[in-house]
């Protein structure tokens, strides 16, 4: 009778093999657990740090009645301080601002040693470029919320806050240091799709919208819609993104 019972039970060889199987797949997964538990504060702290420019920005206007321009110019022209510069006060940076030349140019010897600073908030903290390199840039183009040498009200911006973009965090190729006169415009924008390796973010990258909010942008994300994000008044229509 005994011969006949049937089996309720796993043998210990039977046991051991399950756990064998447990132990290969927590090796095999746990690289990619490991990246995702550090990649997922950086991405909060870098839309921290993007929702802090874009409340610094708003306090600027709130201050001037106007959005900073791209950059400063003299008088010939030629490009003297970034927005990044001119809302220092407002990311509790005055002390640094204070130290700034802003008739000289920004990497003028007169401004190295602010030059040599590093605001913390303009730092992605999933790049690996040199110190003093930022990611964070603003939108430029003739109808876009940035603009060199002229400033914007946001009254201009007829598309509606929601739906314009202000600020990106771009891919670490396009670095540029946080007090030079540099920005995205629409060309470097859209191009961005084809650039998944260099970007800090896995599947896409941040920006900052006008009304202050701050959204995840795919990398599949409808070329249309970003030209339509990046413009202020072209009236056309963006729709759910």
Not at 10 to 33: H, Q
Request: hydrophobic share 40%; with cysteine; net charge neutral.
């Amino acid at each position: 009778m005994s011969s006949q019972r049937r089996r309720t039970g796993l043998t210990w060889v039977e046991i051991l093999v399950i756990l064998g199987i447990i132990v290969l797949l927590i090796a095999l997964l746990s690289p990619s657990m490991r990246l995702g538990s550090r990649e997922l504060p950086r991405r909060s702290q870098c839309k921290n740090n993007l929702k802090q420019i874009g409340l610094a920005l708003h306090n600027y206007h709130e201050a001037y009645g106007e959005f900073p321009p791209a950059y400063t110019v003299d008088a010939q022209g030629k490009p003297l301080h970034s927005w990044r510069t001119l809302i220092l006060p407002y990311l509790d940076q005055a002390p640094l601002y204070q130290k700034i030349n802003l008739a000289k140019p920004w990497d003028d010897p007169a401004n190295a040693d602010a030059f040599k600073s590093f605001p913390p908030t303009y730092s992605c903290p999933s790049t690996n470029n040199p110190p003093g390199m930022t990611t964070y840039l603003a939108v430029t183009g003739e109808n876009s919320c940035f603009r060199p040498g002229q400033s914007r009200m946001i009254s201009e911006i007829t598309d509606g806050i929601s739906n314009t973009l202000m600020v990106v965090d771009i891919t670490q190729t396009h670095a540029v240091h946080w007090m030079s006169p540099q920005d995205a415009d629409e060309v470097l924008l859209l191009g961005m799709a084809g650039e998944v390796k260099d970007l800090q973010h896995t599947g896409g990258f941040q920006g900052a919208l006008a009304d202050g909010s701050v959204r995840f942008f795919s990398v599949n994300f409808p070329a249309t819609t970003l030209k339509a994000l990046i413009s202020i008044s072209a009236n056309d229509t963006v729709g759910e993104f």
